[in-house]
């Protein structure tokens, strides 16, 4: 596709500082730029790079100007990054219609826009709504909900009664709905508690590949709006996840915690069970939380305690060995056996 400097000015809602009519047919790193290509910047070393580039024009903020480049200039570059990739490489179109090698229960209601690919199973009295897309090898339980603009990548697993909101996009291989992990100890033996429960998923929700999400033993595991969820994350049953929040990979949260919104997990931390963990809660990379977060804290290592703390902590450690050597120092002047 091919867009004029104004045309994806006009897309980001920035303006041109140069050659508006210049051609624009793709977008590539300054590194890799060539003849036609869009770049960006977000500082001045990347900036000078782009003015170096044989890119046509650069994505930039209000501060830069160039005398050799067509400079496209916006609020925020990085917003504007995200907004143009779409621009230049927009995602394949699915042809509305069920294919023949699919398998759909006759009290399905399935919207006439919607795309179902080959050897997918839509059981009973599921509802799809438009332009929902289930490309391939996808199951979709009884009684399930998936709402308009969704999309289920390949082999995504959707169990009975699943709902998922608008704009929800699951990757490959991920299971929504297992069973929860609850058992009973019963005369020297563990027995299943059955999972009656089910997965609510709200509007704009991303769940990476291979994430496993339980639904509840009584109620729902719930994912709020507009949450991100990366690569082989598991959340267990009864969880309840807010607005906004970002789990990144290996994250493992434990049966019915509740987390408020805009919470951030880095990669392989985890949540013990039934914790509330607050608003705008950071929690950091490999930590073990075992205790109840307040709202706007950030929390580090394992077991887990605010920043500070543990950054003390952190300082401490790695000071003994010259502490230890310190110590057998005195004991040796003072005629004491290291």
Avoid at 52 to 59: D, F, G, K, N, V
Avoid at 171 to 183: C, K, L, M, P, R
Avoid at 209 to 226: E, H, P, S
Wanted: proline share 4%; glycine share 12%; with cysteine.
């Amino acid at each position: 596709m091919i867009f004029t400097t104004a045309e994806v000015a006009a897309h980001l809602q920035g303006e041109v500082q140069g050659d508006a009519g210049a051609s624009l047919t793709g977008f590539a790193p300054a590194d890799r730029a060539q003849t036609g290509d869009l770049t960006f910047a977000e500082n001045e070393t990347f900036f000078t790079k782009a003015e170096e580039s044989a890119a046509t024009a650069i994505i930039a903020d209000a501060r830069f100007s160039s005398n050799c480049k067509t400079v496209i200039r916006v609020k925020n570059p990085r917003v504007a990054f995200a907004k143009v990739l779409a621009l230049f490489f927009p995602e394949p179109k699915f042809a509305p219609g069920v294919h023949p090698g699919a398998v759909v229960a006759a009290s399905a209601q399935i919207d006439s826009t919607a795309h179902i690919g080959p050897h997918s199973t839509v059981g009973e009295r599921v509802r799809i709504g438009a332009n929902v897309v289930l490309e391939s090898g996808n199951f979709v339980g009884d009684d399930s909900i998936i709402g308009e603009d969704s999309r289920l990548f390949p082999n995504a697993v959707l169990y009975a009664r699943t709902e998922l909101g608008q704009r929800v996009r699951i990757h490959a291989g991920t299971v929504i709905g297992s069973d929860g992990y609850g058992y009973v100890l019963d005369q020297g033996a563990h027995r299943k508690v059955p999972q009656i429960g089910q997965v609510i998923i709200g509007d704009d929700v991303e769940i990476g590949a291979n994430v496993t999400v339980d639904r509840g033993a009584l109620g729902a595991t719930r994912i709020g709006r507009g949450t991100k969820i990366d690569n082989l994350v598991q959340i267990a049953h009864n969880v309840v996840i807010g607005e906004h929040c970002l789990l990144i990979s290996q994250v493992g949260i434990a049966g019915s915690c509740k987390l408020g919104n805009y919470v951030i997990m880095a990669g392989q931390s985890g949540l013990a069970g039934h914790l509330k963990i607050g608003n705008q809660v950071t929690v950091g990379a490999k930590s073990g939380v075992m205790t109840d977060i307040p709202d706007g804290e950030k929390w580090l290592g394992a077991p887990a305690m605010p920043d500070r703390q543990a950054k003390r902590m952190m300082i401490a450690m790695m000071q003994l060995p010259d502490l230890i050597k310190k110590v057998a120092d005195l004991e040796r002047k003072l005629g004491e056996k290291p």
